[in-house]
């Protein structure tokens, strides 16, 4: 067992870790992907989720009354570092979703892996019940990626395209959905390898069961919201317990940033 947290302040034992800004550099750095993933899709899904102390993924619908300006930091961080941030229709109407912004900050490293300016959007749905006259359609700097299932209404799908979305079929899972194991192999294919999932429970959940998660960035925030909100992982129990090995642990103010990886069978 170790402690992480607090650390040592006897005057004799220099601090392992200063408690300091970290610049945006730095913590690219240290969330970078891998540059070889294990999958045989030859992509790597990471996720981001905020949960309360008691488990909560949102306070009255959102997730922002979870979050705090750190967290929101590392959100924008890691979706830097991304190809695509994969998203749940649900998450997409109740949050509000925006194309992604270009960030200065960003230019360097994507243009040095052959990135575009900003990771794209990957709004997984059923329904195709999403506005395609907002800007997440309308005005992306890449086009926003619509990823839906064999049973899609032909006319949901012309509206996607005609607001200049890339329509994917991926697979046929139950009722004509998503079969979300295939996601990460179809946006490999449009060349989005370096994915990010931000949820939301629903769809978290699906990928878990499905075995494709390989790792698991959790904000933990220093709150107790109460209520019936789901967890970061809502949906069918996954047959086994899916294992995953502490990668790292940050902290600020009272917020725990932790990294956890799968552990391949
Ligand atoms: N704590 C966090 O970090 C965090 C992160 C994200 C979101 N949230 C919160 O979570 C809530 C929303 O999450 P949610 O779990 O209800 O929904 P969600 O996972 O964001 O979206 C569910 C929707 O995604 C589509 N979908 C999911 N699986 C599919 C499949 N296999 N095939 C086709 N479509 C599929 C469906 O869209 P259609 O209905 O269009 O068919 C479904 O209704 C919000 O309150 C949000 O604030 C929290």
Redo the contacts with the bound molecule.
Sequence with gaps: MRRLFPLPTEPSVPPAAPDREWGLDELAEAYAYPERPQSVSGAYLRAN???SLDGA??HD???KP?SSETDMRIFGMLRGLADAVV?????VR??GYRPARAREAFAERRAALGQPPAPAIAV???????DFAAPLFTEPLVPTVVI??AQAAEDRVEAAKAAGARVVRAGS?PSG??D?AAVPAALAELGHTRLLT???????A?FVTAGVLDELCLAVAPLMVAGDA?R?A?GPLAAEPEQFALASVLEDAGFLFTRYRRIYP
């Design positions: 989720m905020v949960s993924a949102h619908g959102r997730s979870l998203v749940g229709a649900e998450t109740q949050e997984v749905s059923a329904s195709l019940e999403l839906t299932g899972g959905r998503v979300v931000e949820g939301g429970p629903r769809l978290l699906q789901a970061i809502n």
